[in-house]
């Protein structure tokens, strides 16, 4: 059984469309995150949800928007997108008991044209 | 505010020799370390993690770290590195309440030669 799903695994797309990544975890933990991971590896913490509800929101564009329909969803939308945007984009998720260990997904590779 | 140093941005070592990955942190709370493993075109994977309890601790594959607060460490060992050992290593440090903001260190490229 797969503990954080993503999907798609590649995403390509043409500048200025929109698309949305799927993330689901079976865990049964109240926290997700999503990450993006830029083309020199390094990952930087895009939004935190817990139990539904945005706890951390760093500074990204206004064109990303995540959503949280349940505890173990989390998607993640991008209007307009931009060259800048290809990325890796990894879902994770913690329980906050369990002293932050995350556990992430396989992650989506995102890349603009 | 809490930030992450990972001193090597790549270490390449022989099979069969021991490992030093070092990683320096900065926390205003008791923080909670972790280091994650990435292999090529593959999620992250935690190895280990110190969260107030002891001070060396074992992780999977026979690594293991050491949470030094004097010297705010908490360097990444192993005593025999292995081909399949090769990856992308992650130390990052988290709040110790909730754990919901992490930060992740830049990554240690290990490579490990035959």
């Known amino acids: 059984d797969t503990a954080v799903s993503q999907t798609p695994k590649y995403l390509v797309t043409q500048m200025g469309n929109d698309k949305s990544i799927k993330c689901e975890q079976n865990?049964?933990?109240?926290?997700m995150y999503w990450y993006k991971q830029d083309s020199k590896k390094f990952l930087k913490i895009m939004f935190s949800y817990n139990n539904k509800e945005l706890i951390i929101n760093e500074t990204v564009p206004n064109r990303f928007s995540p959503k949280s329909p349940d505890k173990a969803h989390l998607n993640l939308h991008i209007n307009s997108l931009e060259l800048g945007d290809s990325a890796v984009y990894f879902c994770?998720?913690?329980?906050?008991?369990?002293?932050?260990?995350?556990?992430f997904g396989p992650g989506t590779r995102l890349t603009v044209l | 505010a809490q930030s992450v140093t990972q001193l090597d941005s790549h270490v390449s070592v022989s099979e069969g020799t021991p490992v030093l990955l070092r990683c320096n942190y900065s926390?205003?709370?008791?923080?909670?370390l972790f280091w994650y493993v990435q292999h090529p075109n593959k999620g992250l994977q935690l190895l280990l993690k110190y969260t107030s309890a002891a001070t060396l601790v074992k992780g999977i594959n026979g690594f293991e770290a050491e949470f030094k607060k004097s010297e705010t460490s908490f360097h990444l060992t192993k005593p025999s590195a292995h081909m399949s050992d090769a990856a992308e290593y992650f130390c990052v440090v988290s709040e110790s309440t909730g754990g919901f903001k992490t930060i992740f260190g830049a990554g240690t490229r290990l490579f490990v030669k035959a």
């Open positions: 865990l049964g933990h109240d926290t």
């Open positions: 994770a998720s913690s329980q906050v008991t369990s002293g932050g260990e995350q556990f």
């Open positions: 926390s205003s709370y008791s923080p909670s």
